[in-house]
């Protein structure tokens, strides 16, 4: 139990489609950062969440976005849906921006078809 | 960026058996940190290990910044133990964590 819930568990969407995950963070954990996992691959970051602010992003186009609201939960938005989203995204909290253990929720399945 | 080796790839293990898992940076890191990844996708962190050695039940981590590499050791296996592990790191001042392709641990009764 790692104090991070993430929503829904698991979704099946169309191409094209858009979509919402969310995550709430661990007490106390003002930084939020999502990550994608393909099947067989170590987790790829999306971007950081710092008080609301997006603060670091990886290699992903802009149709992922995020918002980090006053609670310190987050949302992951990914519009035009491909089929290579299909991934599990996991959600991460920590205190701080970095330097800190980072705690995963269970992650949300995507199936994109 | 970083580039994350772990090894071996894949290690299968009878119960009981101790082993040791390897991951290798290409640059200094900050923030290393080791997980395991249990069948469901939950990823559960093992140990913050930016340098020295840490402890907690059967497994230790030992990370030697200087020579950019970290161990992961597991004794008297449990079929429990299996799953998933990951090492991962940040370049200072960077915010995102590097995972390796991981170690799939299996461990057979």
């Known amino acids: 139990e790692t104090g991070v819930t993430q929503s829904p568990t698991h979704l099946i969407k169309t191409r094209g489609q858009q979509v919402t995950l969310r995550c709430s963070s661990q007490?106390?954990?003002?930084?939020v950062s999502w990550y994608q996992q393909a099947l067989g691959q170590g987790p790829q970051f999306i971007f950081q969440y710092y008080r609301e602010e997006e603060n670091g992003r990886g290699n992903f186009p802009p149709r992922f976005s995020g918002l980090q609201f006053p609670n310190y939960s987050s949302e992951l938005n990914v519009n035009a849906l491909e089929l290579d989203d299909s991934a599990l995204y996991l959600c991460?909290?920590?205190?701080?921006?970095?330097?800190?253990?980072?705690?995963f929720g269970e992650g949300s399945w995507l199936t994109v078809v | 960026g970083i580039q994350v080796e772990q090894s071996p790839p894949d290690l299968i293990l009878q119960e009981g058996a101790n082993s040791t898992l390897r991951c290798n940076f290409s640059d200094s890191v900050n923030n290393l940190q080791w997980f395991h990844q249990n069948p469901w996708g939950q990823l559960i962190n093992l140990f913050y290990?930016?340098?020295g050695t840490k402890q907690n039940g059967r497994l230790s981590a030992t990370t030697v910044a200087t020579e950019r590499y970290s161990l992961l050791y597991i004794s008297s296996s449990q079929t429990t133990d299996s799953g998933v592990y990951f090492c991962?790191?940040?370049?200072?001042?960077?915010?995102?964590?590097?995972f390796g392709q991981g170690t799939r641990l299996t461990i057979n009764p």
């Open positions: 991962a790191g940040s370049l200072q001042g960077a915010q995102k964590l590097v």
């Open positions: 007490s106390g954990h003002n930084t």
């Open positions: 991460a909290s920590s205190q701080r921006q970095g330097g800190n253990t980072i705690y």
């Open positions: 290990i930016p340098s």
